[in-house]
Protein backbone atom coordinates (compact mmCIF):
# COMPACT_ATOMS: atom_id res chain seq x y z
CA UNK A 1 0.00 0.00 0.00
CA UNK A 2 1.27 3.62 -0.51
CA UNK A 3 2.40 5.70 2.36
CA UNK A 4 2.13 9.25 1.36
CA UNK A 5 4.12 11.61 3.86
CA UNK A 6 2.53 15.33 3.66
CA UNK A 7 4.64 17.83 4.16
CA UNK A 8 5.09 21.84 4.54
CA UNK A 9 6.76 23.03 1.19
CA UNK A 10 7.67 26.47 2.58
CA UNK A 11 9.83 24.92 5.25
CA UNK A 12 13.04 24.41 3.91
CA UNK A 13 13.76 21.34 6.66
CA UNK A 14 10.46 20.12 6.36
CA UNK A 15 11.36 19.83 2.34
CA UNK A 16 14.71 18.64 2.66
CA UNK A 17 13.88 15.73 5.17
CA UNK A 18 10.80 14.75 2.35
CA UNK A 19 12.95 14.95 -0.76
CA UNK A 20 15.82 12.87 1.63
CA UNK A 21 13.25 10.30 2.56
CA UNK A 22 11.65 9.67 -0.72
CA UNK A 23 15.41 9.30 -2.74
CA UNK A 24 17.05 7.83 -0.10
CA UNK A 25 14.77 6.60 2.60
CA UNK A 26 14.48 2.86 0.97
CA UNK A 27 11.01 2.96 0.84
CA UNK A 28 9.77 2.34 -2.72
CA UNK A 29 5.91 2.94 -2.04
CA UNK A 30 6.95 6.74 -0.30
CA UNK A 31 4.95 10.05 -2.17
CA UNK A 32 5.49 12.74 -0.77
CA UNK A 33 3.21 15.87 -1.21
CA UNK A 34 3.38 19.28 -0.68
CA UNK A 35 0.77 20.13 1.49
CA UNK A 36 1.59 23.97 1.40
CA UNK A 37 1.04 24.30 -2.74
CA UNK A 38 -2.25 21.63 -2.37
CA UNK A 39 -5.30 23.50 -0.87
CA UNK A 40 -7.20 20.51 -1.79
CA UNK A 41 -5.30 18.07 -0.16
CA UNK A 42 -4.46 20.47 2.68
CA UNK A 43 -8.90 20.87 3.28
CA UNK A 44 -9.18 17.37 3.36
CA UNK A 45 -6.79 16.85 5.84
CA UNK A 46 -8.06 19.82 8.05
CA UNK A 47 -11.88 17.79 7.64
CA UNK A 48 -9.92 14.89 9.25
CA UNK A 49 -8.90 17.22 11.79
CA UNK A 50 -4.85 16.80 10.92
CA UNK A 51 -3.95 20.65 10.54
CA UNK A 52 -0.52 21.00 8.33
CA UNK A 53 0.23 23.85 10.63
CA UNK A 54 0.78 21.81 13.93
CA UNK A 55 2.57 18.74 11.50
CA UNK A 56 3.08 16.65 8.97
CA UNK A 57 0.80 13.77 7.94
CA UNK A 58 1.71 10.54 6.77
CA UNK A 59 -0.99 8.61 4.96
CA UNK A 60 -1.37 4.66 4.44
CA UNK A 61 -4.99 3.86 3.14
CA UNK A 62 -7.72 5.51 6.09
CA UNK A 63 -4.86 5.07 8.28
CA UNK A 64 -3.15 9.00 9.56
CA UNK A 65 -0.25 9.68 11.69
CA UNK A 66 -0.06 13.41 12.85
CA UNK A 67 3.01 15.46 14.19
CA UNK A 68 5.28 13.62 16.34
CA UNK A 69 3.40 10.07 15.66
CA UNK A 70 3.65 10.92 11.96
CA UNK A 71 7.38 11.52 11.97
CA UNK A 72 8.16 8.45 14.75
CA UNK A 73 6.14 6.29 12.30
CA UNK A 74 7.97 7.04 8.73
CA UNK A 75 11.56 6.89 10.65
CA UNK A 76 10.78 3.17 12.04
CA UNK A 77 9.92 2.65 8.37
CA UNK A 78 12.65 3.55 7.04
CA UNK A 79 15.95 1.60 5.53
CA UNK A 80 17.75 4.75 5.57
CA UNK A 81 21.50 4.41 3.26
CA UNK A 82 22.13 8.13 4.15
CA UNK A 83 23.36 9.10 7.20
CA UNK A 84 21.45 12.21 8.19
CA UNK A 85 18.36 9.73 7.49
CA UNK A 86 20.19 7.06 9.48
CA UNK A 87 20.43 9.58 12.41
CA UNK A 88 17.33 10.88 12.29
CA UNK A 89 15.66 7.23 12.18
CA UNK A 90 17.74 7.13 15.51
CA UNK A 91 16.44 9.80 17.10
CA UNK A 92 12.21 9.46 16.04
CA UNK A 93 11.71 6.35 15.57
CA UNK A 94 10.63 5.61 19.16
CA UNK A 95 7.22 7.33 19.31
CA UNK A 96 8.19 8.83 23.07
CA UNK A 97 11.43 10.29 21.95
CA UNK A 98 9.71 11.48 18.47
CA UNK A 99 7.02 13.29 21.35
CA UNK A 100 9.41 14.52 23.33
CA UNK A 101 11.89 16.16 20.10
CA UNK A 102 8.68 17.20 18.04
CA UNK A 103 8.65 20.68 19.65
CA UNK A 104 11.97 20.90 18.25
CA UNK A 105 11.27 20.22 14.97
CA UNK A 106 8.30 22.87 14.97
CA UNK A 107 10.11 25.36 16.50
CA UNK A 108 12.65 25.01 13.43
CA UNK A 109 10.09 25.01 10.86
CA UNK A 110 8.51 27.89 12.70
CA UNK A 111 11.87 29.65 12.59
CA UNK A 112 12.70 28.84 9.23
CA UNK A 113 8.90 30.01 7.95
CA UNK A 114 9.53 33.46 9.63
CA UNK A 115 12.94 33.75 7.54
CA UNK A 116 10.79 33.63 4.43
CA UNK A 117 8.07 35.66 5.40
CA UNK A 118 5.56 33.22 5.59
CA UNK A 119 3.06 32.40 7.60
CA UNK A 120 3.19 29.19 10.03
CA UNK A 121 -0.26 28.09 8.86
CA UNK A 122 -0.52 27.78 5.33
CA UNK A 123 -4.24 28.38 5.41
CA UNK A 124 -3.61 31.90 6.77
CA UNK A 125 -1.47 32.66 3.63
CA UNK A 126 -4.32 35.07 2.11
CA UNK A 127 -5.00 37.07 5.25
CA UNK A 128 -1.57 37.23 5.86
CA UNK A 129 -1.11 39.48 2.55
CA UNK A 130 -4.39 41.38 2.80
Not at 74 to 89: I, M, V
Amino acid sequence: MTLTLVYDGGCPFCRHFALRSELEGGLPDLVIRDGRADYTLRAALNGRGLDLARGAVLLEGEQAWHGAEAIAELCGRLQASDPLLALLQQLFAAPPRARRLYPLLLWARRTALQWKGLPEDPDQAGLRQA
